[in-house]
């Protein structure tokens, strides 16, 4: 079951009686039905390749790719698919597979910024920077599986068939991929005190 | 049970519904072990803060630059010589012929001005705009009053890439930038400082919007209305040749072809009230494809009414003073001086 921001996004777009006839007009090329009807899930996917790739030129990239391979796919795309899992499979791909074209992970002159825990539980609140520091510890594909997990709430199952591998595997990445978090997390937190 | 099982369960626990007897087990360590409780909670935290991350805004035209992409992956793809490509050949020279001879598809043409208008201003480096604002009341537009011996009130706004200085007739001069917002404020009658400590974002949105008045109405418009576009026949503004296009907003869905995409939400039914017409109609350089003047008009007891006329300039040497916090600050002071 995906979260609500997928289901808000897909209240969005699908309105039952035009939803047919939207991606027709699309698969077809018309370029204002594909804004129609791709445009809603910018936000999502670019949150997405962001966290995925940590650089906002690349995220945006890979966003625009994202949405190239849809337009030249949408005739093949079956019409009682989800859209939405559809898009965020092709965003996967896209920056499971892009080169890393921008260096570094997260830009120097915000990761010297100081990144703090406060000291009430309360106020523990982690900035961009944090997030992006965090998220530089996992690979690529272990940033997949976290964020398409916890971040859009899709289940193992789901997760398994947008990467094409077994339920397995795919709760063993999540425990490794939490592990390093983790230990990250705590690493943090003792930094924190000591600064 | 050991701590590596431990991790294992509740990792295990987040995507999976635990057993009677493996839920019991994990309880019972993480009760008795702080190191794994601390685990958990900074991994809670880390995925809290992931979750309540806002989503970052991005470029404003990627969906639209993949459509065009995809447009001319077609044209290139498709055969360069022999007959076919003679009739595509044939067929865009009718295009070029059809527009040139001024029986354009009105809509599509409008469309393609609009990116082109977005395009320039996305890549200009400083504004500056004059408006004149009517001040309507509902009272006045009722009685048919609006305008009459009204002195319109003026605004001057700079814009550069990192911060806006602007003035009007009421509020006197004020100056945002990457330190704050300084001002002079009527209720306490003195300069005021406003920080913006880590809300450089907004600014940053402010100064894109201001640059882009299209962008700015995408954003602006109440969640459920529709932007549409008419395009008008090209005229003269000042001596120069100008297109003319309106986006209009209200609650009425687009035909085909006049939709203009919104940052909002769109088909969803504003509450009765919340979406009154509105329309801004722009007169655009042929040349440079930057607006040069605009106007705002809203529908107000079933009748159109100036708000606002503005006059754009892209592009000049900004004035440094408007851009020095304490000319500003002298600026306002000596404002305020005049006003009281």
Redesign the interface.
């Known amino acids: 079951m995906k979260n609500l921001r997928a289901m808000r996004i897909t209240l969005q777009v699908e309105e039952p009686e035009e939803h047919t006839t939207l991606l027709e007009r699309a698969a077809s090329g018309e370029a204002s039905a594909l804004e129609r009807l791709l445009s809603p899930y910018k936000f999502a996917l670019y949150a997405l390749c962001r966290n995925m790739l940590g650089h906002a030129e690349d995220a945006e990239d890979a966003v625009q790719e994202t949405y190239l391979r849809a337009i030249r796919a949408l005739p093949k795309f079956r019409q009682d698919a989800d859209l939405y899992s559809w898009l965020f499979r092709i965003a996967v791909n896209v920056c499971l597979n892009g080169k890393r074209t921008r260096g570094k992970t997260v830009p120097l002159e915000m990761a010297t910024e100081r990144a703090t825990f406060h000291a009430s539980p309360e106020a523990e609140t982690l900035t961009r920077v944090e997030i992006d520091q965090a998220l530089s510890v996992l690979s690529r594909r272990q940033r997949a599986v976290f964020l398409l997990r916890e971040r859009e709430g899709w289940s193992v199952p789901e997760i398994a068939a947008a990467l094409r591998c077994t339920h397995r595997r795919i709760n063993n990445e999540l425990y490794q991929t939490r592990r390093a978090l983790q230990a990250w997390a705590l690493a943090h937190a003792e930094k924190g005190k000591e600064g | 049970m050991k701590c590596h099982r431990a ?2 369960l ?3 626990g ?3 519904t635990l057993s009677e007897q493996e839920r019991a087990a994990l309880e019972a360590h993480l009760g008795s072990c702080p190191a794994c409780r ?3 909670a ?2 809670s ?3 809290n ?5 806002q ?5 404003a035209d ?6 065009r ?3 001319e ?2 044209v290139e793809s498709s055969p360069a010589n022999g007959r076919t490509a003679q009739r595509v050949r044939l067929a865009l020279a009718l295009v070029v012929l059809v527009v040139l001879v001024g029986t354009r598809l009105p809509q599509a043409f409008g ?1 393609s001005v609009l990116q082109k208008m977005e395009a320039a201003v996305g890549q200009a480096r400083t504004m500056h705009v004059v408006s004149w604002e009517f001040l309507m009341t509902e009272e006045e537009a009722r009685n048919h009053t609006w305008h009459d011996g009204k002195t319109p009130v003026r605004t001057e706004t700079w814009v550069t890439h990192d911060a806006i200085s602007g003035r009007d007739d009421l509020m006197g001069p004020y100056l945002w930038n990457a330190t704050g917002y300084l001002h002079y404020d009527p209720t306490e009658r003195k300069m005021k400082y406003l920080q913006f400590a880590g809300r450089e974002v907004s600014l940053k949105d402010t100064i894109e919007r201001s640059f882009n008045p299209v962008a700015e109405m995408k954003s602006a418009v109440t969640p459920g209305t529709y932007l549409s576009l008419h395009n008008f026949a090209d005229a003269v503004w000042q001596g120069r040749k100008v297109h003319k296009l309106q986006i209009a907003s209200g609650p009425d869905k687009p035909k ?2 006049e ?1 203009v ?1 919104t940052t909002q ?3 969803r039914t504003p509450p009765p009230g919340a979406a009154p017409r509105m329309r801004r109609t722009f007169w655009i350089d042929r040349e440079t494809n930057l607006p040069v003047h605009a106007e705002y008009e809203k529908e107000i007891q079933g009748r159109w009414v100036v708000q606002t006329r503005s006059d754009y300039d892209y592009n000049l040497q900004t004035p440094a003073r408007l851009f020095d916090p304490e000319a500003i600050r002298k600026d306002a002071e000596a404002h305020a001086a005049r006003r009281h």
């Open positions: 991790v294992w509740a990792s295990y987040r995507d999976h601390q685990r958990q900074a991994y935290r880390l995925v803060a992931l979750s309540a991350q989503e970052p805004e991005p470029a990627l969906l639209q630059k993949a459509i992409q995809a447009q992956t077609v469309q085909a072809g939709e995409p939400e769109p088909g």
